[in-house]
Structures are given as structure tokens and as C-alpha cells.
């Protein structure tokens, strides 16, 4: 990047930290009163935010995450990855309320399955601070639950002159009863739901329509369908991608990374056809290894 380009091009990602504790390899999902055993398991740093700001750092775009982490051992024991993953780190708030914050992932073949726990609130008191920093082009929203708690902030960015998207991120409680969905949703330029999310909050069944429908509300939508592929809208133009045929390992966060994948392009080029083609790339990536993030990790 530069000229430009390059003095505005960091991507803030707010939302919450977990403790992803991912299970691969189970041969039967658990049912009540049984044991099931898995061949592995990892510990990651994970979250919508955190994930899709690793995966745009790995492509070259600096990123920011903005968010609460709790002082308890486990919220601590997640600092080294942080820290390892080139994310901009000084506007994550440190709080005793704020962890732990788990989730655990259950994996077998393409399915999965999660429980989570949230602490706290999810506003970090930097949050003006992270919005205003020089350099600041977009912010990126990873789940809704925490455009809810924090209203605002869609118009907060808009006032400093930056684009914003957000990933619904799936919640049965928000998605399906909250009435005022897309009026909190006012102001956000890029939509990324996935093809159930978007299924829930249409009630269309067919992508087509579902797209159709959340493009009257978005200026850009952009439904992922996993193993299928995506499709993007905006204004007349209409794009479809297939992705490519790959052994699947686990696929926590191939949302997030695809949204890292897209919203790196978008924001350089605004070509739909090559930010389609872009996060297809890093979420098929993603789902080659296991947890997140394109780390390394040490076997648990």
C-alpha cells in the first residue's frame, strides 16, 4: 500500500476475547449421560474479532482489536498468542469482570458444535480512543451481541469517516427475536452473514432471495455458504464464487477469516468479484488447520 491508501488503511475489530478450547476428531457428537472422546484437542485465542484481525495482519493489512480481556488465569494464558500474532494490541481494557470467557468447540467431519461464556460487559472504556487513532480506516464488528450493548458505535465511526461491516455471528436469543435487528444495524456499509443467519432474519430459503431482501437493507451484502462458496451484492452488481474442494480439518473462525480475506480487498480495490474471490481464499485456508487464526500453535 501507499500514498493514501496506506495513511488510512487499519481495520479496528471489536468484540469479545474467548479461550477457544476446540475437540477434532470426534467420531459421535455428546449426548446427555455419555462420554465421548476426541483424537485431539487444542487451546487458541479466539473470537470473531481477534480471529479476523489475525487473518488480516497475515495478509498485510495492519489491524487493531478492541476489546475487554479478564486478569483470571485463563483470560492470561491466551497474552502469548496475542501478542505472537502482530495484532495492535493497546486498545484491548483489562478487567476483573471481563474473563474467563470460554468456548468450547466440538468437532466432527464438517459439523460443529459450541458452548460459550460471556463476562461482562463488552464495551472497552477505549473504545473513542481506538475509533479516533490516526490511521483508522474501518471498523469491523464481529458479532451483533455487541452492537447491541453498544448502539452507538456504528455512528461513532461514521463520524470519524470510517466504514463500517459487521458479522451477525450466530445467536438464537438476538437473531430470531430481537425486532429492532436491522434498525441497530442502521449504518453499517458491509453485511457478512452466513446462509442460516441470513435465513433466520429473511425467512427466505433460497440464497437468491436472501440476498435479494438483505441488499434493501445494506448497501454491500455478502452471504457466505461454506463449503459452497459466496455470493455479494451491491448495487446492481451481483457476484458468485464456488470454493475449491479441500480436506477439512476444522472450520472455527473460516467465517472470520473470510471476512479478514474480503474486507482486505474491499477496502483497497472495492472490487466485489476479486474481495469474493479474496475471502474465499483465507477461509479455505482456515479450514486446513486446526483453530482460527494462521498461528502455529504447540500441541497441547
Not at 490511521?135 to 469491523?140: D, I, K, M, Q, S
Request: proline residues 5%.
Amino acid at each position: 500500500m501507499s500514498g493514501a491508501s496506506y495513511q488510512r488503511s487499519k481495520v479496528v475489530c471489536l468484540g469479545r476475547i474467548y479461550c477457544d478450547i476446540i475437540f477434532t476428531g470426534l467420531h459421535d457428537m455428546p449426548v446427555l449421560g455419555r462420554e465421548r472422546f476426541a483424537d485431539d484437542v487444542a487451546i487458541a485465542a479466539g473470537g470473531g474479532a481477534y480471529i479476523t484481525a489475525a487473518h488480516l495482519v497475515s495478509l498485510g493489512r495492519p489491524a487493531a482489536l478492541l476489546a475487554r480481556l479478564g486478569v483470571d488465569p485463563l483470560s492470561g494464558s491466551l497474552r502469548p498468542e496475542l501478542e505472537a500474532s502482530g495484532v495492535d494490541l493497546s486498545f484491548i481494557e483489562h478487567a476483573d469482570d471481563a474473563g474467563p470467557q470460554p468456548t468450547v468447540a466440538l468437532v466432527k467431519g464438517s459439523e460443529r458444535a459450541f458452548v460459550s461464556r460471556r463476562a461482562g460487559g463488552s464495551r472497552p472504556s477505549t473504545l473513542e480512543q481506538a475509533l479516533s487513532a490516526p490511521g483508522v480506516a474501518h471498523l469491523h464488528i464481529a458479532e451483533f451481541a455487541t452492537l447491541m450493548e453498544n448502539p452507538d458505535v456504528v455512528a461513532m465511526a461514521r463520524e470519524r469517516g470510517l466504514t463500517v461491516s459487521l458479522d451477525p455471528s450466530w445467536d438464537d436469543r438476538l437473531i430470531r427475536q430481537d425486532a429492532g435487528f436491522f434498525e441497530t444495524c442502521a449504518g453499517v456499509d458491509i453485511f457478512l452473514p452466513n446462509a442460516e443467519e441470513g435465513k433466520a432474519l429473511t425467512g427466505e430459503s433460497a440464497t437468491e432471495a436472501i440476498l435479494r431482501s438483505l441488499r434493501e437493507r445494506f448497501p454491500v451484502v455478502v452471504l457466505k455458504r461454506g463449503e459452497h462458496g459466496a455470493m455479494a451484492s451491491c448495487g446492481s452488481t451481483h457476484v458468485a464464487a464456488e470454493a475449491p474442494p479441500v480436506d477439512v480439518v476444522d472450520t472455527t473462525g473460516a467465517g472470520d477469516a473470510f471476512n479478514a480475506g474480503f474486507l482486505h480487498s474491499w477496502l483497497e480495490t472495492r472490487d466485489l468479484g476479486a474481495s469474493l474471490k479474496s475471502g474465499i481464499e483465507a477461509g479455505t485456508l482456515s479450514v486446513q488447520s486446526t483453530g482460527g487464526v494462521p498461528l502455529k500453535r504447540k500441541p497441547v
